[in-house]
């Protein structure tokens, strides 16, 4: 768990320390005046006088006036932790996109995203504060109890200590119980959504029963571990209150009976005396209670820190990208660079969290390598099919050499990822085709033409602004054009092919492939399929088996065609 100092924030946190102790510091200044007017009121028999009045008004104002500016410097540094974390997860994101969301359900995503960011920022701005408070405050007020009253000072230093010593117990198996139930909650999520999204298989195969029943146990599993959860909580806010009403009463017992004379233990107690150490004694008990109450936040925090350290500990490389709009991609049709794009000499592609994978060099190196090639060179324009059995690693080159996976070589240019499943957001037809950019209708229209989804447009009520929920629905081979719509937009050099017609029907396969083929002509492609495709649409042939790449480039017509139907 890193500290908040790695995040920027001390000084936050220390300011929210000071602003926390001067509010308590002025409330129990505040008590103090307050039993000076309860001593002349009881004992002297006489009125309060105005400088006990004034001072406890201004100690009440300035106790106010100090807990709105922590609560204000609170919401102001979880708001500034809140945006440095998902800052750096975009920048991983982008870096990292297709390598890390394929490794995990998008029900994880959301929940990383939502609640382990959250429980991070959490535990780094109240529960940090709250534990420094819980320190400084109890020690200052102890000095002062034990100069009114050694015995009750002794008291008090005796039975505070089991307040945090229960909490590191309880804390041991709260953190346990907080990863089972994330655990628990990712799978449910994950496999709701993976059934929801299967409801016309599940209706062929007539297996809806079989799929209740087994959400109904995941169901039953969560919940079980939802209940451990909670009650190790209500036990540890039960002993806390226990202790807490025991302290306190000890206290008002001797200080009744030292008033009455029954007890003549330690110096002395007045009225006045007596009435500000038990007006102290709750608060700083209370403090204590609060900590155990957001004790659960760092249980929390280092569950999710579990899922949060691998993020964060992926090397990032900014990518620059020109931020010119070309309206149409039709503007460079008519050139064709011979510019290398890649030279990579001893190729390797490495673990996601891979640090040192720059200073590796060779496909015989005891570093864990997952794919690696003696020799790759890209050049514009050329047309590679990239062939391998399921599994083989075509995915992981393709992720390397787009700059998503640690590799000892990436194409310095921006590269357009078209997989197999493209991505249709909630939003209209224009959101779906900028997505974060801007482009004029004639441009997109220009596209959905060049797609052949031109017709399509057409029979849509609101054209480019129609919403893509249940209407209109799209097939396989319509949403592939779509994403092809996108990387035409963009008029990025290089194109990354994973198995775009994988899940397509043959005739939807030999349209798309043609059209692909067609729009990619001034392209460079690096093609991955396992459908066949004509061979002399391509300039080299790469073939992954045994975790490395081999290149040809001279090869027969048969060869070439044995390569394709691999």
Not at 56 to 71: M, P, R
Not at 503 to 527: F, M, V, Y
Not at 535 to 547: M, Q, V
């Given at each position: ?283 700083l008990l209370s403090e204590m209670k609060k900590l155990g109450q957001v004790y659960h936040q760092k249980a929390q925090a280092e569950a999710a820190q579990d899922e949060l350290y691998p993020l964060f500990s992926i090397p990032i490389q900014v990518k620059t990208h020109s931020d010119e709009k070309v309206g149409s991609y039709f503007e460079s049709m008519n050139k064709r660079p011979s510019e290398s794009l890649l030279a990579a000499s001893h190729f390797n592609v490495f673990e996601m969290d891979a640090s040192l994978y720059s200073s590796l060099s060779s496909c015989e190196s005891e570093t864990p390598v997952l794919l690696c090639a003696d020799s790759l060179n890209v050049s514009k324009g050329d047309k590679i099919l990239l062939s391998g059995a399921s599994g083989s690693g075509k995915t992981l080159l ?169």
């Amino acid at each position: 768990m890193d500290s908040a100092q790695s995040l920027g924030l001390r000084r936050s946190l220390m300011s929210q320390v000071a602003v926390k102790c001067l509010s308590l510091f002025s409330l129990i200044i505040g008590f103090y005046y307050f039993s000076n007017i309860a001593q002349d009121w009881v004992v002297n028999k006489t009125h309060a006088t105005r400088g006990d009045i004034v001072g406890l008004s201004i100690c009440l104002a300035l106790c106010w006036l100090f807990q709105g500016a922590f609560n204000a410097l609170s919401s102001r540094g979880k708001v500034k932790v809140l945006d440095k974390l998902e800052a750096h997860l975009k920048q991983v994101f982008v870096a990292r996109q297709h390598a890390l969301i394929r490794q995990h359900s998008v029900y994880y995503w959301q929940t990383l995203w939502l609640q382990h960011i959250q429980a991070f920022t959490d535990w780094a701005l109240e529960y940090r504060v709250q534990q420094m408070i819980a320190v400084i405050v109890p020690l200052l007020a102890l000095a002062v109890i034990f100069y009114v009253n050694p015995v009750i000072g002794l008291g008090l230093l005796l039975t505070l200590p089991v307040v945090p010593l229960f909490m590191i117990i309880v804390g041991k198996g709260a953190a346990a119980l907080h990863r089972k139930h994330f655990v628990a909650l990712e799978r449910l999520g994950s496999l709701f959504t993976d059934r929801l999204a299967a409801l016309p298989m599940l209706a062929s195969f007539q297996a809806h029963q079989k799929q209740t029943d087994l959400l109904k146990q995941a169901s039953e599993n969560l919940n079980a571990r939802t209940m451990k959860v909670v009650s190790v909580a209500f036990l540890s806010n039960s002993v806390l209150d226990f202790f807490a009403t025991l302290a306190v009463a000890l206290v008002a017992v001797f200080i009744g009976f030292s008033l009455l004379g029954e007890l003549t233990i330690g110096p002395a107690i007045t009225l006045q005396q007596g009435l500000w150490v038990l007006l102290t004694v709750p608060l700083l008990l209370s403090e204590m209670k609060k900590l155990g109450q957001v004790y659960h936040q760092k249980a929390q925090a280092e569950a999710a820190q579990d899922e949060l350290y691998p993020l964060f500990s992926i090397p990032i490389q900014v990518k620059t990208h020109s931020d010119e709009k070309v309206g149409s991609y039709f503007e460079s049709m008519n050139k064709r660079p011979s510019e290398s794009l890649l030279a990579a000499s001893h190729f390797n592609v490495f673990e996601m969290d891979a640090s040192l994978y720059s200073s590796l060099s060779s496909c015989e190196s005891e570093t864990p390598v997952l794919l690696c090639a003696d020799s790759l060179n890209v050049s514009k324009g050329d047309k590679i099919l990239l062939s391998g059995a399921s599994g083989s690693g075509k995915t992981l080159l393709l992720e390397a050499l787009g700059g998503q996976r640690p590799a000892s070589h990436k194409f310095n240019e921006p590269v357009v990822w078209i997989t197999q499943h493209p991505v249709v957001t909630p939003g209209s037809v224009r959101e779906n085709l900028c997505l974060d950019d801007s482009y004029t209708d004639e441009a997109l229209n220009e596209v959905l033409q060049a797609v052949e989804l031109g017709p399509w447009l057409a029979l849509l009520p609101y054209g480019l602004d129609t919403v893509m929920t249940d209407y209109p629905l799209l097939s396989g081979g319509e949403a592939q054009r779509l994403s092809l719509a996108r990387a035409l937009l963009r008029n990025v050099n290089i194109w990354l092919l994973d198995e775009p017609t994988a899940h397509l029907p043959d005739s939807q396969h030999h349209r798309l492939a043609q059209l692909i083929n067609r729009l990619g002509e001034n392209k460079t492609l690096i093609w991955a399929s396992h459908k066949a495709l004509p061979a002399n649409w391509f300039t080299h042939f790469w073939a992954i088996k045994d975790g490395k790449v081999k290149v040809a480039s001279m090869v027969s017509q048969n060869e070439r065609q044995e390569a394709t139907n691999e």
